[in-house]
C-alpha cells in the first residue's frame, strides 16, 4: 500500500485504521506515510475508509487559511477526503503478506484460502482429531501484533525436532521447504503478516509435554500466540480426557465450538 504525497493532505484520518500502527504523519514532508516494513498490506486503510475525491490544493488551501484563525478543518474521521491510497501490485514474496492479512482473498501464494484448514472446524465430518488424540492450533499475531515468518519458523522447527507432525492442507505448512525439520522458506522469512495458524495434531498423552514446548517457545517470541485445543467428546457430549490436563496445566477452560451434525458423521 502507499499514499499519494501529492494528493494526501495530512488530516491523520488513516492513522487511526491501520492495525499495525504503520501510518504516521511525517513531520518533514507533512504528509502520511506508510512504514513499509510494519506494513502487512491488510488493506484496511484502503477498504475502510471512504474515499472522497476533493481537489488536494483547495483542502490544503482552505486548511491553512483556516488554521489562522484557530479553526480546524477536518473531514469526517472515516473518510479519506483526497482518495490518496494507492494499492501497489504486489510480486512475491511480498504478496504474502496481504495472503496471510486480508481475509477477503484468498492464499494465492499458497493455493489455501483461509489461515487454517477447515478440518480443524468440522471433525466431526473429517475425522481429522480421533478418539485419543488433540488437535492444537497455534495461532501468531492476533491481536493487532503481527508476526514474521521467522518467528513462526521458530515454533515449527522446535515442534518437528519433538516429532509432531504439521496438518499438511494448512497454509503455513504449504510455505514450509522441509515439514520434516519445520523449514519455512527462506525467502519470506522476514515477511510480516498479520496472523497465521499453525495446525499439529498428537496423542493425548503427549498434549502436556507440547503445550509446554509451545509456551517454552513463546517466551523467546516477540509476538502473541494463542493456542486452541479441539478434542472429541463422549457419548455424554463432554470432553473428560483433554480438559483435566489443561486445568491441570492452570488454563481455564472455555468450550468455544462444539460440532454436532453439520454433515456426514465421519464416526
Ligand atoms: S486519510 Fe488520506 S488525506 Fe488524510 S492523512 Fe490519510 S492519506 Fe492523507
Ligand atoms: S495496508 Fe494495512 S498494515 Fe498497511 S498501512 Fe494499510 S492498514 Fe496499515
Not at 483556516?66 to 512475491?92: G, M, N, Q, Y
Not at 488424540?133 to 495461532?139: F, P, Q, R, S, Y
Not at 497454509?171 to 515477511?191: C, F, H, K, N, Q
Not at 500466540?225 to 478434542?231: C, P, W
Request: some cysteine.
Amino acid at each position: 500500500m502507499r499514499i499519494n504525497p501529492d494528493k494526501c493532505v495530512a488530516c491523520g484520518n488513516c492513522t487511526y485504521v491501520c492495525p499495525m500502527g504503520a501510518i504516521f504523519i511525517d513531520p518533514i514532508i507533512k504528509r502520511a506515510t506508510i512504514n513499509r516494513d510494519e506494513c502487512v498490506e491488510c488493506y484496511a486503510c484502503f477498504n475502510g475508509l471512504s474515499q472522497e475525491h476533493l481537489n488536494p490544493s483547495l483542502v490544503r488551501g482552505i486548511r491553512g487559511v483556516l488554521s489562522k484563525l484557530r479553526i480546524r478543518f477536518d473531514p469526517e474521521p472515516d473518510v479519506c477526503p483526497t482518495a490518496a491510497f494507492e494499492p501497489d501490485d504486489l510480486k512475491w514474496p511480498r504478496v504474502v503478506r496481504r495472503a496471510f492479512s486480508d481475509p477477503r482473498v484468498p492464499h494465492e501464494s499458497t493455493g489455501v484460502e483461509g489461515r487454517g484448514t477447515e478440518e480443524v472446524k468440522t471433525n466431526d465430518v473429517s475425522g481429522r482429531v480421533k478418539l485419543g488424540e488433540a488437535g492444537l492450533t497455534i495461532e501468531f499475531g492476533r491481536p493487532a501484533v503481527g508476526v514474521r515468518f521467522r518467528e513462526i519458523q521458530e515454533m515449527c522447527i522446535a515442534l518437528a525436532r519433538a516429532g509432531v507432525p504439521f496438518e499438511m492442507k494448512n497454509p503455513v505448512t504449504s510455505l514450509m521447504t522441509d515439514t520434516a525439520v519445520g523449514t519455512i522458506r527462506e525467502d519470506i522469512l522476514d515477511e510480516k503478516i498479520m496472523s497465521a495458524i499453525v495446525e499439529i495434531k498428537v496423542p493425548v498423552a503427549r498434549v502436556e509435554e507440547i503445550i509446554r514446548l509451545i509456551h517454552e517457545v513463546e517466551q523467546r517470541s516477540t509476538t502473541v500466540v494463542t493456542i486452541g485445543v479441539g478434542a472429541r467428546c463422549d457419548s455424554d457430549g463432554e470432553e473428560r480426557v483433554v480438559a483435566p490436563i489443561l486445568e491441570q496445566l492452570g488454563y481455564r477452560l472455555e468450550r468455544a465450538r462444539t460440532n454436532i451434525g453439520i454433515g456426514r458423521s465421519a464416526a
